[in-house]
């Protein structure tokens, strides 16, 4: 049994969108670009109809993922829960994930360095709380353990950026205090005691060098 395409109508609310009607009524939506080849007059079988369907989902599924990476990078396990929180089925969920990754657009490895450099660039971590995090990304061993050795700081690098930015804020803190605050700052950024303990009283000498200097250039 077939039907005719009566009308091919854009969708008011979404334009990307049109209204597929069969035999004088509405029959079902899709994409724009599913119905792309379609025309009035042509005769849809109960087969091309299921299969217009499907390819419907398809591309929604895969539109919906697009805008998700649209905001930032995500991991692959960050698109698979996004798309099932979405009440997708899992082999759509999987088969628009495959079609991302062959496309280019979802690459944990590329995600994991990517977030490697943010974090040193903005927020210095230790390796440790690295590897956590991307855990939480969802990304496998071999993917942190790569960006990872990319990494071009060591530990000790790491921890004098982290405390020289955060530094700046108690500045003009008494010795006990800073080391205090900067202490905990560093720990809860995944650094060791052993590692950042020298750099306390580092950070500490250079604050009250530069201070020292600030004051004789205004009494000058």
């Known amino acids: 049994m077939s039907a005719k395409i009566t009308a091919i109508e854009p969708q008011q609310k979404n334009p990307q969108r049109v209204n597929l009607y069969l035999d004088g009524e509405f029959a079902f939506g899709l994409a724009k670009i599913v119905a792309a ?48 929180r979405r009440g997708l089925a899992p082999a759509l969920v999987e088969a628009t994930i495959a079609r991302l990754q062959e496309n280019g657009l979802l690459d944990d490895g590329q995600f994991a360095r990517l977030w490697v450099e943010n974090r040193r660039t903005f927020r210095p971590r230790s390796h440790a709380a690295l590897k956590m995090e991307l855990r939480r990304k969802g990304l496998d061993e071999q993917a942190i353990q790569s960006a990872l050795e990319a990494e071009t700081e060591d530990e000790e690098q790491l921890v004098r950026l982290a405390a020289r930015r955060q530094a700046r804020r108690y500045a003009g803190l008494e010795w006990p205090e800073f080391r205090r605050k900067l202490g905990g700052f560093l720990a809860r950024r995944g650094f060791s005691y052993a590692t950042f303990a020298p750099v306390l009283s580092e950070v500490w000498q250079e604050i009250q060098t530069a201070e020292a200097g600030d004051t004789r250039q205004d009494k000058e």
Request: aromatic share 8%; charged share 35%.
């Open 37 to 84: 080849w379609l025309k009035v007059g042509q005769e849809l079988d109960e087969a091309k109809i299921a299969s217009l369907k499907a390819e419907d989902e398809r591309e929604t599924a895969y539109q919906k993922a697009l805008h998700f990476l649209s905001y930032r990078p995500r991991s692959s396990a960050e698109v698979r829960q996004h798309l099932t």
